[in-house]
């Protein structure tokens, strides 16, 4: 179940911050008479009567003209593209949301934060009850879950697609099985016959191709959010946009959150390295011998980290997504709008491996 995203929307000084606090009970946001006292958007995960998880952003005010104004309402805009239900401290705004097709609320001081949270509740978006998995696996489905833990994996703990859909597969009546990608033989040997669906981390798809049967169903963890959290057939069409890439071609890895890039980073190492490698590029070393991910040889590769996704994208001849795991999907859904609008094709992470690897015409879509 995605997060709704709720943000709060006004001129400095309207109360936003205030606003927030009450609706958490507690101070999340710093409070003051200054204007301009929020800067950057500030997020706050809770668990809201009749809403359920939510995610609550304050921003800094659309109308903040101080120092910094015009980046703070730059960043208050790239919020606008996460929104699933927008409170707006000020009715005028209305026509700006209206048009943005974002569902919006108006609150007034002094109203009740019941009422708010009803009235919230009444205009948001119905979650799809689709499953991630769709029509791949049914009730009694083996399926066999390849899951490397490595060292971009946090400490501890599964990432949240792999949590997601083993949830999801128990609550089908499915039978999950779990490996890394260094147990797949033994777990091969372990199952009783060809599991009804091979479901890997993209980052190992050629392997689990090379060691799997031909006739075993393979899809990926990115593939199924693919599905969920963008447009299937549009990130189908952008991974065979591949094919056109040229050495001079600019390409853009947009990643939805920030996090501190690894040595063996999946949108800033490897499959930069793999598209030089189909671009024909040789390999472009720094001068200790690491490569360099930002400049590959003459394909340049431009990383958008968070909500630095550019306004302008002429300059790209393609556009890969990270699967999103924690963004919502109405921001992937923007993108994916803007990249259209643009003309430049848009794929994600998965679906670039799997044609990078020649298995996307294998893999099963859910
Ligand atoms: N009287 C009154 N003051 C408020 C209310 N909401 C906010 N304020 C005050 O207005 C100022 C700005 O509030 P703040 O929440 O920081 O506004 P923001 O800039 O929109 O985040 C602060 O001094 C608050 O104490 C309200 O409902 N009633
Ligand atoms: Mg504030």
Redesign the pocket.
Known sequence: MERLHIAFF?P???????LVNAICGQEV?L???VPG??TDPVRKIAELPGLGPCVLIDTA?LDDTGTLGAERQRLTKAVMDETDVAVL?DESLLPQFEDAGIPAVIYK??QSIDSLLERIAAVAPQEESKYLTGNLVGPGSSVLLVMPQDKEAPKGRLILPQVQILRELLDRGCIPHCCTHESLPDAMRSLAGKPDLVITDSQVFGLVNKTIPQDWSLTSFSVLLAAAKGDLNVFVKGALAIENLRPGGRVLIAEACTHVPDTEDIGRVKIPAMLRKRVGMADHAGHDGTVIPDQVGDLTVDIAAGNNFPEDLSPYSLIIHCGACVANARLVRSRIRKAVAAGVPITNYGLAIAYLQGILPRISLP
């Open positions: 006004g400095t000084n309207s109360g936003k911050s205030t946001s409070v003051s008479p006292t929020t005010g401290l001081r002094g």
